[in-house]
Nanobody, 122 residues
Framework: QVQLVESGGGSVQAGGSLRLSCAAY????????MGWFRQAPGKELEGVAT???????SYADSVKDRFTISKDNAKNTLYLQMNSLKPEDTAMYYC????????????????WGKGTLVTISS
């Protein structure tokens, strides 16, 4: 079975940076979409960023120019570099993957990690 394990979450002051990592184990497809989603208390799940098998990326407007998604194929690891963090970035961040291309996958991703908590203080 597929397993996604997030790490790198924590508490940081506004304006600071964090890098989240997601290690993928047993992923079945060679062509796939991977991405980061987040959910703040009392709010709906929000797509943050995705990266397709060809390297194409997509970002939510709220994180554009502050966050960067990338992956290391050799290590089967997904990253999210988060800079200029704001209190509104506080959320549980989830790594997700799907065997389809990103436009077809979106929030209907097949595989999910358990999440890593990011807390931004003022």
């Amino acid at each position: 079975q597929v397993q996604l394990v997030e790490s790198g979450g924590g508490s940081v002051q506004a304006g600071g940076s964090l890098r989240l990592s997601c290690a993928a184990y047993g992923y079945p497809a060679s062509s796939y979409c991977m991405g980061w989603f987040r959910q703040a208390p009392g709010k709906e799940l929000e797509g943050v960023a995705t990266i397709d098998d060809d390297g194409s990326t997509s970002y939510a407007d709220s994180v554009k120019d502050r966050f960067t998604i990338s992956k290391d194929n050799a290590k089967n690891t997904l990253y999210l570099q988060m800079n200029s963090l704001k209190p509104e970035d506080t959320a549980m961040y989830y790594c997700a993957a799907d065997g389809r291309s990103c436009p077809d996958a979106n929030s209907g991703m097949d595989y999910w990690g358990k999440g890593t908590l990011v807390t931004i203080s003022s």
